[in-house]
């Protein structure tokens, strides 16, 4: 089992990206899928969640407002639509899964499975 993100690259300011992770039938009630993202010498921050029980979205801070998730689920696809990227927002993004608690979906720990991660770059 692997997921797999595809979607990132090269974006001016103020301009929109869409990342999708397959998520490897990891899509049952009991799931969770996350986003998170690290930039060079930062640590991994938490972007956006999926509870695949409740269909609700989550948000960090810095993307409220900007970025969405839609979900393909017979294609078992979990999308991030990106708007108004901001240079900030360069960093290798990745897709997780496992089964959280509520609590604790905005940290990378509670996560068991990640993608290999795409590269998006927001030049100024």
């Known amino acids: 089992v692997q997921l797999v993100e595809s979607g990132g690259g090269l974006v001016q300011a103020g301009g929109s990206l869409r990342l999708s992770c397959l998520t490897s039938g990891r899509t049952s009630s009991s799931y969770t899928t996350a986003w998170f993202r690290q930039a060079p010498g930062k640590e991994r921050e938490f972007v956006a969640a999926?509870?695949?029980?409740?269909?609700?979205?989550y948000f960090g801070e810095a993307v409220k407002d900007r970025f969405t998730i839609s979900r393909d689920a017979a294609k078992e696809m979990l999308h991030l639509q990106m708007n108004n990227l901001k240079p900030e927002g360069t960093a290798v993004y990745y897709c997780?899964?496992?089964?959280?608690?509520?609590?604790?979906?905005?940290?990378?720990?509670?996560?068991?499975?990640w993608g290999q991660g795409t590269l998006v770059t927001v030049s100024s």
């Open positions: 997780a899964s496992g089964r959280p608690p509520l609590g604790s979906i905005r940290t990378a720990s509670a996560f068991n499975l």
């Open positions: 999926f509870r695949w029980m409740s269909k609700y979205s």
